[in-house]
């Protein structure tokens, strides 16, 4: 231990605040208990629990100074960096709710999140500004945009010059573990987005549940390489804050393989979690040229892996545990674990329900299923989202019958191990991305070229799946391509999101009722020799 205790505190008045059981309180005790121990490093540059702490406060005392309150939303459109961990804590420690954003997102699908979530201070870098500045001028509602990295446009404010600042003024301010944390945007099904809201319940639940399921110790070091834009991302730093372990941050950017082996080499990574698709590449890459690697644990997760990768994984790591973990946003996210110990007897699995959330699995009319039917899976549990921002009727819907519906439809073995089925709602995973077809197809109605569209899945080896999009042209169009098309997407969607192949019909198949008949959709032109392009 390096802390010293000089006098002795009547615990009876310690301020409830200090109390608190979320990741601010925790930050403050690893800076007090271990105040040079690395908590953060990124490209070499290693923040300490007291760094991080201190810079924490100044950034949430800069915001508390131009008008920042408990409870307003902080845009947060950054890549992933040291910056952005302080950018979180700094808003919850004054209450503030941040709301992270993916970066590849079109300047109208920000421009919604603004309006949406009523954020008045976007916090960005240099190289996005520009789409800061963009999203401002249609919005016309942010009062701040604050830059990580320097900016020539006067009117932004300096990042480092705000952490610079004194905090001595910085207000004591309890926060409740049940006030909202993040924001996090899911793409909707009825094609608009809706804005999870974790709490600091959630994330604690979060940290506990990987506690259990990844072994995390205070000596670990953790790389976390998926985007903090997604769940996945902060929610891999939740244990690591706990515990006052190392978090590594990788940059994002094209994935190569062998410079993530390089890196976690040098850093003695033992805890990583990477999506199906780059552990494929990653394996093939250290059998090509083994490095002497310290890894612990090995997880996936967030798209379906294949018997292939896994038994890469184990062949290629066979002294880590290889998890996989399953959930949602909505849930802080994991759900399900299975355990590296089933990883091989369980291939295809996702494992049992973690300790910390109850589950049942469903018919459509709220009556549990019969071990080994079909149903879909409902969660109650600490990590639970508190609900959808400013959505009542989302809200509603998602706790039907008091339970949150996950649109999972899954199966459970004589063992109580799950397996996914199919997904109740009408999603494509890319790549690790949630792609919701109905947004897509929202997109692809006003092109003035498409007076039908349909969105369907197709397998591909490298993203799992890809978007297709099969159209009827409106009257007196008689050809179209998908390079037609790019311009306009390019304005309305993420480029992930982006149909990679085009089919053209005389009409889309319906049912009685009107509705597109999708299974008909993927079974004419959802497989790779359809003939479609990359």
């Given amino acids: 231990m390096t802390a010293t205790v000089d006098t002795v505190t009547d615990l009876a008045t310690e301020p409830l605040r200090s109390r608190r059981n979320h990741w601010n309180n925790q930050i403050k005790r690893h800076a007090f208990m271990n105040p040079e121990g690395p908590a953060l490093k990124f490209q070499g540059e290693v923040t300490t629990w007291k760094e991080l702490d201190e810079r924490t406060r100044a950034f949430a005392a800069a915001l508390t100074r131009r ?5 307003d939303r902080i845009l947060v459109v950054l890549l992933n960096r040291s910056e952005y961990v302080e950018a979180v804590l700094g808003a919850n420690l004054i209450g503030a709710i941040p709301v992270p954003v993916n970066i590849r997102m079109s300047p109208a699908e920000i421009a919604f999140l603004v309006n949406d979530s009523g954020a008045k201070v976007i916090v960005t870098e240099t190289m996005l500004a520009p789409l800061a500045d963009a999203v401002a001028a249609s919005t016309n509602a ?51 987005p809706k804005g999870a809201m974790l709490t600091h319940t959630n994330m604690q639940a979060q940290a506990v549940t990987c506690l259990q399921a990844l072994q995390t110790r205070s000596d670990d070091i953790g790389s976390c390489v998926a985007p903090m834009f997604h769940i996945a991302g902060l929610g891999a730093m939740a244990p690591l804050f706990y515990m006052g372990a190392l978090s590594v941050i990788h940059p994002l950017g094209a994935f190569d393989p062998n ?22 590449a990653v394996c093939a890459a250290q059998q090509a040229k083994p490095r ?14 294949s018997d292939t990768v896994l038994r890469a994984m184990n062949e290629t790591f066979p002294d880590a545990l290889n998890v996989a973990v399953f959930g949602q946003t909505e849930m802080s996210p994991i759900t399900c674990v299975l355990e590296g110990k089933d990883a091989m007897n369980k291939i295809g699995s996702i494992g049992k329900v973690v300790p ?22 409902v969660y109650h549990g600490p990590n639970m989202m508190k609900g959808y921002w400013q959505n009542e009727q989302g809200t509603a819907d998602a706790f039907a019958c008091g339970w949150f519906h996950s649109g999972d439809l899954v199966r459970e073995d004589e063992d109580g191990f799950l397996y996914v089925v199919d997904r109740a709602k009408d999603m494509i995973i890319s790549g690790g991305e949630n792609i919701y077809c109905a947004e897509v197809e929202n997109v692809l109605f006003g092109h003035p070229s498409i007076s039908e569209a349909a969105i369907i899945g197709r397998a591909h080896e490298k993203w799992g799946e890809v978007p297709v999009a099969v159209v009827v042209l409106a009257e007196g169009v008689t050809d179209l391509a998908l390079a037609d098309l790019e311009p306009y997407l390019n304005e309305n969607l993420a480029r992930f999101k982006h149909p990679k192949g085009l089919v053209i019909v005389d009409e889309l198949p319906r049912n009685a009722g009107g509705k597109v008949v999708k299974p008909t959709l993927r079974a004419s032109y959802g497989s790779k020799d359809a003939g479609l392009a990359d």
């Fill in 356 to 377: 910390a959330v109850t589950a049942r699995i469903i018919d459509p009319e709220g009556n549990d299923v019969k071990q080994g039917e079909v149903g879909e899976i």
């Fill in 292 to 305: 002497d690697l310290k890894l612990r644990v090995t997880s996936w997760g967030a798209a379906p892996a």
């Fill in 142 to 192: 942010i009062d701040h945009i604050v830059v990580v990295g320097g900016s020539d446009n006067d009117s932004h404010l300096d990042f480092e010059a705000l952490v610079a600042e004194d905090s001595s003024d910085l207000p004591e301010i309890d926060v409740p573990e049940e006030t909202v944390a993040l924001i996090m945007y899911t793409s909707g099904t009825t094609g608009k």
């Fill in 259 to 280: 410079d993530m082996l390089d890196t976690i080499e040098k850093e003695g990574t033992t805890s990583i979690f990477l999506v199906p698709a780059q552990w494929q």
């Fill in 67 to 71: 008008g920042v309150e408990f409870g």
